[in-house]
């Protein structure tokens, strides 16, 4: 499933690395107020799976999605635990027909054009785009949306607040993933004061 149409009024998905599951819920009630409405919680720490059940079941009003999908097995945990979208910094046949099999809206990456081409036959018109910044940036998107008009981004990887409008004023992206607003340290610290601040100043950069 396309996950277009969840995230089409979105503009900035925080990237997350959540390392202690007791941050998620406060975390994730810091960037509503702060003014964004989806997280992607990435699959690469013990605690993520029970970071995304915490948000989805306490923090209703948050979209919570799942990153760094590599296997099968992940999407059907992710789905059980609450998540309401997917997404993987690649893509196989196995993931999309799970994530078609279990109706669960699927953001794939493609880097290459080829790649971009395969996940549109298979009705992905939203891809991942990653490690933006390593594979080019602005000027590569630019590059492949030219002869493939049809396709939007999802970029991510390597984006700074200095870059983010950017890659929002390109016509073909959709919305940025980042996580320069949710430092590591802060989050450890649960400076969340620290966190709503920067997640605004986020939020204001990137209405463009």
Do not use: C, W
């Given at each position: 499933m396309d996950a277009t149409e969840l995230l089409k009024n979105v503009n900035v998905v925080p990237v997350v690395v959540i390392e202690d599951k007791t941050t998620a819920v406060d975390l994730?009630?810091?960037?509503?107020?702060?003014?964004?409405?989806?997280?992607?919680?990435?699959?690469?720490?013990?605690?993520?799976?029970?970071?995304?059940?915490?948000?989805?079941?306490?923090?209703?009003?948050?979209?919570?999605?799942?990153?760094?999908?590599?296997?099968?097995?992940?999407?059907?945990?992710?789905?059980?635990?609450?998540?309401?979208?997917?997404?993987?910094?690649?893509?196989?046949?196995?993931?999309?027909?799970?994530?078609?099999?279990?109706?669960?809206?699927?953001?794939?990456?493609?880097?290459?054009?080829?790649?971009?081409?395969?996940?549109?036959?298979?009705?992905?018109?939203?891809?991942?785009?990653?490690?933006?910044?390593?594979?080019?940036?602005?000027?590569?998107?630019?590059?492949?949306?030219?002869p493939l008009p049809e396709v939007r981004f999802f970029p991510t990887g390597g984006i700074t607040a200095e870059l983010a409008p950017q890659y929002l004023e390109l016509e073909c992206v959709t919305c940025i993933g980042g996580s320069w607003f949710i430092p590591k340290a802060l989050l450890i610290e649960r400076d969340f004061a620290r966190i709503k601040e920067m997640s605004r100043a986020a939020v204001e950069i990137t209405h463009v």
């Open positions: 994730a009630l810091t960037l509503l107020d702060a003014g964004i409405k989806a997280i992607e919680i990435t699959l690469r720490t013990a605690d993520a799976l029970d970071a995304i059940e915490l948000v989805a079941n306490s923090v209703p009003e948050m979209t919570v999605g799942a990153g760094s999908i590599r296997q099968v097995a992940q999407l059907e945990e992710i789905l059980n635990r609450g998540a309401q979208f997917a997404v993987s910094p690649g893509a196989t046949g196995p993931l999309i027909s799970m994530a078609k099999q279990i109706h669960m809206p699927f953001v794939p990456g493609a880097a290459t054009a080829s790649e971009i081409l395969t996940l549109m036959n298979e009705g992905y018109m939203l891809q991942k785009f990653f490690p933006a910044e390593q594979l080019g940036g602005t000027q590569t998107l630019k590059a492949l949306s030219a």
